[in-house]
């Protein structure tokens, strides 16, 4: 058990964090789901800001940079993928 101190930081840190990190998964939803639809303009859109809401979640300390590139990288090559079959 942390002591209270710890605990009312850590309580403090994800009520802050914690619409940043909603944001952040909403946006690579839609993106996600844009991308196995048909229609690309909308499915670059969707990604352009799902790529934006993981750089200020990272530039925050929301979560690792390493954790944003990697979800940019997968996220990017779906919709790679998706461009090339269509």
Request: glycine fraction near 4%.
């Given at each position: 058990m942390p002591?209270?101190?710890?605990?009312?930081?850590?309580?403090?840190?994800?009520?802050?964090h914690a619409p940043l990190r909603t944001r952040t998964k909403s946006t690579i939803t839609a993106a996600r789901a844009a991308i196995e639809g048909d229609d690309m303009e909308l499915a670059e859109l969707q990604v352009r800001s799902a790529v934006v809401a993981l750089d200020k979640a990272a530039k925050?300390?929301?979560?690792?940079?390493a954790n944003a590139s990697r979800r940019k990288s997968r996220i990017m090559k779906q919709l790679a993928a998706a461009k090339a079959s269509n």
């Open positions: 002591s209270a101190k710890t605990h009312r930081a850590q309580t403090r840190r994800t009520a802050r925050k300390g929301v979560i690792h940079k």
